[in-house]
């Protein structure tokens, strides 16, 4: 289930719209996990992103929850996913998900990075949770007709968007709460989990808990979060 609140709780207080059925072979520490992040990234790229078969996508933060997530359907949905990270070890964890290419989320050096990986053209879809300087930069590295997808700013940094870089490549910058679609179209989510649960079934998603802590070290796991020091998702066990 999808909880607003009180999930760090032995019971807790779901509307029926949120609640799902645990698909075949999925452990309760993978669920667990599951829901918010594989959602967003799903709902993200297939929504809001239209990402394509054959498309680039890049990804940034893409060890992290979301980040990792959007590897694995981005994968899922054809496209050539290059992957940022701030770290060597992040990269690898990415590459182990699927990710075609690495690079370290430098933001100075990404638009020529990408453009060579691209024959010059650029990312297509650039998935974004992080923000701050790297946001620009995507924009510099995004192919004619490219769509930015604003997940977050784990940086920190709201960025300001330079509107003439929107325009003179026909970019778009597509702002992402997928909460929002609980309560505005709930009929939409239910039919996106009966999708990524079917490729988790068919063990396209590999879902990545790092981390399983008990109940009363709920802040020392905020703390890791806080810190940037995860990868993949952080789970509470009562």
């Avoid at 999808?2 to 999930?7: A, R």
């Avoid at 999925?26 to 967003?40: K, L, S, V």
């Avoid at 700013?153 to 929107?166: D, E, H, M, Y």
Wanted: aromatic content about 8%.
């Amino acid at each position: 289930a999808i909880v607003d609140w009180g999930g760090y709780a032995e019971l807790a207080l779901a509307r029926e719209n949120d609640v799902f059925r645990l698909p075949k072979g999925m452990a309760f520490h993978i669920a667990a996990g599951f829901p918010i992040t594989y959602g967003t990234a799903h709902g993200a790229l297939n929504w809001y992103g239209g990402l394509k078969q054959d498309e680039v996508l890049l990804v940034h933060g893409s060890a992290g929850g979301v980040g990792l997530a959007a590897v694995e359907v981005g994968k899922a949905m054809g496209a050539t996913v290059i992957a940022t990270a701030s770290s060597d070890e992040k990269l690898e964890i990415a590459g182990a998900h699927g990710a075609d290419h690495r690079l370290r989320s430098k933001h100075t050096e990404l638009k020529d990075s990408v453009r060579e990986l691209t024959d010059g053209r650029g990312a297509d879809v650039v998935f974004d949770p992080v923000g701050g300087d790297l946001f620009e930069a995507s924009l510099r590295c995004t192919a004619w007709g490219g769509r930015v997808l604003i997940i977050g700013f784990a940086s920190g940094k709201v960025p300001q968007i330079p509107a003439n870089l929107l325009l003179v490549k026909n970019i778009s910058a597509i702002g992402v709460y997928w909460g929002s679609n609980r309560k505005h179209a709930p009929k939409r989510l239910r039919a996106e989990f009966d999708e990524l649960f079917k490729w988790f079934e068919d063990d396209r998603l590999q879902p990545r808990v790092s981390e399983r802590l008990s109940l009363e070290k709920a802040a020392r796991a905020m703390a890791l979060l806080k810190e940037r020091r995860s990868t993949g998702k952080i789970v509470l066990e009562p």
